[in-house]
């Protein structure tokens, strides 16, 4: 007989920034390290003689809560990967859902009929992890085994293992990150102990600050983003950043023709929900580009998208857009006085550092990539 445990990966910033990460690779977030350090101390004092894992980032990093400190080396395999979700790969679910409304609400309440192009089939997602589950159990007889995969994929699993057909999924619970299911392989055959067991990450779950999971088809209107058009949203462009502007105290009298030149001159991205717009996204790349510094020099929620847990996405796109410009902080400046902005930021890695105006704070958060280790436990 040979028991498994089956974990889900720590939170990686596609689970934070609501982005479709499949076979992606994505990064273990703040929030994610201190839920491997928990799953850790879960673990601390239960025999492992094993440790599997996907051969994605995210996986590896998560295994090695366990491999690090039992001295295990990470097996990588490739059929414990999640699945490929083809064009939907690192879109934001907002966009996805503006897009292809009716495949979103299949993707996790009838996967059975679910296709889009470029994606994995799930009933082929569904059997080479029960092959690999099984080729586990048959190579580690005796032994007590930790495996670490995906969402969708240790869903479909663990949905098969209690019984339901593909088409009766969205009756079964999606898995929190770090997540943890007990199976037992023996005689050819595996059993469910129990399934998505995260009472060691209770005050640091990421579905306890999400609501996705809790709708019926497992969707919710998410942000996607869209360059802003001159002269044509000039209007609405103002409009955001005024009232914004206001809310924050600022002491300066805004000034909406410098607005329009620097949104003439930087990226600027709106954000969306459902059609209506619901923020505004500035970067400045040129500002401290020597210094791999990447500024946020606009960051504005409408009014009725305020406090609903929305703006984090629009710093998802900042954090992987200047990742991607090989810079490695964010920075942004904000109102000593607004104290909200100051809560919101520090809750997502920010800090203040030395510089900016007597009236201002100067915000810092690392975006560089970081392995885990003990010491970060």
Known sequence: M???????????????????????????????????????????????????????TRTCITAGAIANTKHLPIQKRKDLREICVGEWEEKTWGEIGIEEAEQLGLFTSRPDLWHVEGGEDMTAVRDRMMAALRDIGEKNDGKTVAVFSHGCALRLVLGELEGYDLSELGKTPHGDNTAVSKVVYENGALRLIYRDDNSHVKALSTFAKQSWWKHPNGVEPGLYFRPVELPAQAETLSACVRDSWIAAGEPRDFDADLLLQEAAQRPTLGAYMEGAPAGILQLNPEKEAAEKNGWISLYCMESACRSRGLGIQMLGQAVLRYRALGREKLRLSIQRSNDSALRFFSQYGFSPVNGGAEDRLILEKDIRPREWTPELA
């Open 2 to 56: 040979t028991t498994l445990y089956l974990i889900r990966h720590a939170e990686a910033e596609g689970n934070l920034y609501r982005i479709a990460q499949g076979q992606c690779d994505s990064i273990i977030t703040d929030r994610g390290y201190q839920q491997i350090a928990a799953l850790a101390e879960r673990f601390r004092d239960e025999p492992i003689d094993a440790v599997y894992s996907s051969d994605l």
